[in-house]
Nanobody, 117 residues
Framework: QVQPVESGGGLVQAGGSLRLSCTRSRLITSTFNSKIMGWYRQAPGKQRELVATITRLGTTNYADSVKGRFTISRDNAKKKIYLQMNSLKPEDTAVYYC????????WGKGTLVTVSS
């Protein structure tokens, strides 16, 4: 499988916002649309954790730590998912990745989000 391309990370002050994008252009559209897609993150020294998921029809779920601050969305035609992150906190600092909810797709390099206090 070809790796996805995650982008949009960067350095931001606490309280700021970022919008992440993930493109899985090499997936067959029907395959992408069949997956519940998600954003994951891995902070230094910690295990990778699931942050948010979204179904093909737009039903979303969020980890308690980001609920009310992050919004996941997807564009099925473009095979992209997005993560709008508002009110960022230093504890959101991590490398962010996209994959399906079952982690069956290939992992990309991720995009680094650093939130300064």
């Amino acid at each position: 499988q070809v790796q996805p391309v995650e982008s949009g990370g960067g350095l931001v002050q606490a309280g700021g916002s970022l919008r992440l994008s993930c493109t899985r252009s090499r997936l067959i559209t029907s395959t992408f649309n069949s997956k519940i897609m998600g954003w994951y993150r891995q902070a230094p020294g910690k295990q990778r954790e699931l942050v948010a998921t979204i179904t093909r029809l737009g039903t979303t779920n969020y980890a308690d730590s980001v609920k009310g601050r992050f919004t996941i969305s997807r564009d099925n035609a473009k095979k992209k998912i997005y993560l709008q992150m508002n009110s960022l906190k230093p504890e959101d600092t991590a490398v962010y990745y996209c994959n399906s909810d079952t982690q069956e797709l290939s992992w990309g390099k991720g995009t680094l989000v650093t939130v300064s206090s």
